[in-house]
Nanobody, 125 residues
Framework: QVQLVESGGGLVQAGGSLSVSCAAS????????MAWFRQAPGKEREFVAAVGWRGRDTYYTDSVKGRFTISGDNAKKTVYLQMNSLKPEDTAVYYCAVRTSPLSSIWSTSSYNYWGQGTQVTVSS
């Protein structure tokens, strides 16, 4: 059984930094890619960042480019998200996700097979 366990997050003032991490267990395939999504109250879950297939390339939604950095450690099956220059509009529950098909869209929630339980990130103004 695949489990994704997120850690980190919390409360920070605008302009501050936070990091979140996600460790996957029970993942028997080496062919997978990991991503972060977020969901603010009353809004749909949206793509934030992803590591491409086999760790090549990184992808970001426009609103976080230059502020967030995603990285992965394949040996540990862990993905990290470093968030700098945080804004109140970054407040959301952040979810990590794993997809096991290289042909599926990086950007779509429906492409991801497994999800973490979410971790709250709150940015105060």
């Amino acid at each position: 059984q695949v489990q994704l366990v997120e850690s980190g997050g919390g409360l920070v003032q605008a302009g501050g930094s936070l990091s979140v991490s996600c460790a996957a267990s029970g993942l028997t395939t080496s062919s997978y890619a990991m991503a972060w999504f977020r969901q603010a109250p009353g809004k749909e879950r949206e793509f934030v960042a992803a590591v491409g297939w086999r760790g090549r390339d990184t992808y970001y939604t426009d609103s976080v480019k230059g502020r967030f950095t995603i990285s992965g450690d394949n040996a540990k099956k862990t993905v990290y998200l470093q968030m700098n220059s945080l804004k109140p509009e970054d407040t959301a529950v952040y979810y990590c996700a794993v997809r096991t098909s290289p042909l599926s869209s990086i950007w779509s929630t429906s492409s991801y097979n497994y999800w973490g339980q979410g971790t709250q990130v709150t940015v105060s103004s």
